[in-house]
Each structure stands twice: as structure tokens, then as C-alpha cells.
């Protein structure tokens, strides 16, 4: 890896107290220091994203914080997406604000929301308590990231089953296999991305 440290957002599809997947998030992020990233956290709940709604578009365009998500991934060399299930599905939280994303169009010297994703590197993680660990949210969210957003979605993703029992008191993934794919995982990205990052 170059001397510069990768940069790497790490997003979360829940923000609730004690979600799973931002322990996840966290633990992943802490994998990807050791591995030379420098890491930043962006609370997809914070940015308070209204439900996207085409009258509220209309009436009063698209809210700041899309913006505020599309600067975020614009200054950094990838992305980490940790996904939980819901009814197989990624998260509302996730959705929405992606979609509201998409609805950003370019403007003076600034890109659309779609041309910041495009040819963006991210990881994929999933997080449930149940057996599966989310996996199929995860790969309906390949599908859409892929398809919508042009993202670079690398390979290697790791679904936590079990996912309430999986971390110590410290945050760290208690067995080594989990962390082993979830490194795994991170590496990738990181690969990707120090491969298409433009030199300083
Ligand atoms: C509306 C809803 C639907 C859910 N559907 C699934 C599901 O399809 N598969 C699954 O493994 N867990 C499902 N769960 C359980 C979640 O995996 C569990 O609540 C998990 O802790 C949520 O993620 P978080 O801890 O990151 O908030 C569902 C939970 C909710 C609230």
C-alpha cells in the first residue's frame, strides 16, 4: 500500500442503540486500520433524509444532506456498506438514502450523485441474528449498487449469521473465521482501491 493512507467510508443500514450492524461497521473499520486505512464513520440516521417523496422533490428539491452523503463518498477512496435484513431486504434507511442520491443532479462544478458512485470501489457486509446473517439483503444490495449507482462492488462479502453473539466486550469479532472473512473482505477493497486511486 502507498504511503498515503486509503481513505474509507464506513456506512451502517441501522443506527439504533446496540445495532448489529454497526458493531460490525466498527469492527470492520478497526480491521481496515490495521490494515493502513484511515477510516470515517458517516450515520446515514443522522443526515435525517426525509422519505423520498416526488411532491416533497418537487416543492422543495433535493434535501442538503444528499449532498452531504454525495461529498462524503466523493472524498474517499471507497466505501464500506454493512446491511442488515429486513423481510430480505436491505434496510429503508439504506434505500432512501441512496435513492435521494440518485435524484441529485450535477451542478457547477459539482458531479450528480450517480457520477460520484460510478466506478466506486465498496465492500459488502451483512449482520443477523438469525442463521443466514442477512445474506440475501446483501446481494440485492450488490445487485443495486451495481445496477443503479455504477459502484464497483468487490467480490469477497461475508454475512454474519448469529450476529448477536459475535462480538466480544471490546467490539472484536469473537471467532476467527468471522474475522478472518471479514479481513478478507476488507482486503479486497482496499486492493481495489489502492489500484484505482488517482496518484496525488
Ligand atoms: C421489519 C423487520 C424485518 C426483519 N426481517 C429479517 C429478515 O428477513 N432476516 C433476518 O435475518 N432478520 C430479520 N429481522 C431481524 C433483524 O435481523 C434484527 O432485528 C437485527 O438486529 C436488525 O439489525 P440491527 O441490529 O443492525 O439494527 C427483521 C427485523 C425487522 C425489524
Redesign the pocket.
Known amino acids: 500500500m502507498s504511503a498515503t493512507p486509503l481513505r474509507l467510508l464506513c456506512l ?3 443506527a ?1 442503540n ?5 458493531r460490525l461497521r466498527d469492527a470492520a473499520a478497526r480491521i481496515a486500520e490495521t490494515l493502513g486505512a484511515q477510516t470515517e464513520v458517516l450515520d446515514l440516521r443522522a443526515l435525517q433524509l426525509p422519505l423520498y417523496d416526488g411532491d416533497h422533490e418537487a416543492a422543495h428539491g433535493v434535501p442538503d444532506a444528499a449532498r452531504q452523503l454525495r461529498d462524503a463518498i466523493a472524498a474517499h477512496d471507497a466505501v464500506l456498506l454493512v446491511t ?5 431486504f436491505p434496510t429503508p434507511l439504506v434505500i432512501n438514502a441512496f435513492d435521494w442520491l440518485s435524484r441529485l443532479p450535477a451542478g457547477q462544478g459539482t458531479l450528480s450523485g450517480v457520477n460520484v458512485t460510478a466506478n466506486k470501489p465498496v465492500a459488502l457486509l451483512s ?4 442463521a ?3 445474506l ?2 446483501m446481494n440485492y444490495l450488490r445487485q443495486y449498487l451495481q445496477m443503479a449507482f455504477g459502484m464497483l462492488v468487490v467480490p469477497r462479502q461475508h454475512a454474519l449469521s448469529h ?2 453473539e459475535a462480538f466480544d466486550a471490546q467490539g472484536s469479532l469473537k471467532d476467527e473465521k468471522a474475522e478472518q472473512a471479514v479481513r478478507s473482505v476488507m482486503q479486497g477493497l482496499l486492493r481495489v482501491a489502492a489500484a484505482l486511486r488517482t496518484p496525488a
Do not use: D, M, T
Open positions: 451502517a443500514g441501522s439504533r446496540g445495532a448489529l450492524s454497526v442488515p435484513e429486513y423481510n430480505g449482520s443477523s441474528p438469525g443466514i446473517g442477512g440475501r439483503a450476529a448477536h
